[in-house]
């Protein structure tokens, strides 16, 4: 195991436990709900990433799972089926609302299957709104805490990171990655672009599911038709975009990165952050479109290279030290 490996390592560790002590610490709930704020977004930006960003298939429906599991927990959950039950509830019908359009959603290709996707989510937005318009209330508002809440988005957090990252490195998520790539290709190879694709999806559901419920449980009281609206597609694919798509601590950076520019322009600018953010997206795609892990990725390269040359330097001054002598 090499040096840079055993750093990461460390690394994790170090930000699991800060993580997991931070609460304890930091008792203001202003603070931990920001925190919160971010570990929702590194979860839906990471479930996001793992069909957009490993096989290359846009998808701008992606409120429609994280909306289903939130209505699906929420409504379990009010009428008196315990949280944990309902919770899990969220994912599978977020899973099986992939599989019924995860067929025919994967005969559209390119811009289609955005366009396809993006339209399933606004059905889904005004349907809620239309059948359910009431406000939902949470049901133990005498009871509520805030900690718990912060404890379960941070555990789903570290299960949807961990559980992309053995994904991606497994024989599956290779396929993935080479679908990504080219189908045709991926096809010739004997690999099944549509088994590999419907994976990806019902991973990428199932964690979206699951963070909608947490969505639900943290809430005290929201419109049900609120998680379905096309902000929770396009902030998590732009966290995921902004970090670099298609790697494991991209939408991680994303999500910090979003949240505290988000913050720090709604407290100065207003509405105005909007625009910001829209022409901060289009500037990344078009100039940077492997996002911050591209200019990590960089700066790596160019001391990679400045210590090869300088060893190359010393070895060839010490080759010519003996010359030096003989003269």
């Known amino acids: 195991m090499n040096k840079s490996k055993i750093a990461s390592i460390v690394l ?34 990471s479930s996001w990433n793992i069909l957009g960003g490993y096989t290359g298939q846009t998808n701008l429906g992606h409120a429609a799972f994280f909306g289903i599991g939130s209505l699906a927990a929420r409504i379990l959950w009010v009428k008196g089926l315990s949280f944990s039950l309902s919770f899990l509830a969220g994912g599978l019908v977020a899973v099986i609302l992939a599989l019924l359009i995860g067929f025919p959603a994967f005969k559209l290709k390119g811009v289609y299957f955005a366009i396809g996707t993006l339209a399933l989510a606004q059905i889904l937005n005004v349907t809620v709104g239309n059948i359910l318009p009431e406000m939902s209330y949470n049901p133990s508002l005498a009871d509520y805490q805030l900690v718990p809440r912060y404890y379960l988005f941070l555990a789903l957090a570290l299960v949807t990171i961990g559980s992309a990252y053995l994904l991606v490195n497994s024989r599956i998520g290779l396929g993935m990655m080479a679908v990504r790539e080219g189908e045709d290709a991926a096809e010739s190879l004997g690999i099944s672009a549509l088994k590999h694709k419907l994976i990806a999806l019902l991973v990428s559901a199932f964690f979206a599911g699951l963070v909608g419920g947490a969505f639900a449980y943290y809430h005290v009281s929201y419109y049900l038709n609120m998680p379905f609206g096309p902000e929770w597609t396009f902030d998590s694919m732009m966290m995921a975009y902004i970090g670099g798509t298609g790697t494991i601590i991209g939408p991680i950076i994303g999500s910090i990165f979003f949240v505290g520019l988000k913050q720090l322009l709604v407290w100065n600018v207003g509405e105005y952050h909007l625009i910001i953010f829209g022409v901060l997206f289009i500037l990344i795609v078009l100039f940077l479109p492997g996002g911050l892990v591209e200019i990590w990725q960089k700066i790596q390269k160019m001391f990679t290279r400045r210590r090869r040359l300088e060893e190359s330097n010393l070895s060839a001054m010490k080759r010519a030290e003996p010359l030096r002598k003989g003269d």
């Open 12 to 45: 994790v560790i170090l930000a699991v436990v800060f993580l997991a002590v931070f609460p304890l610490v930091f008792k203001k709930d202003s603070t931990i709900n920001v925190i919160i704020l971010i570990l929702l977004y590194m979860t839906i930006a």
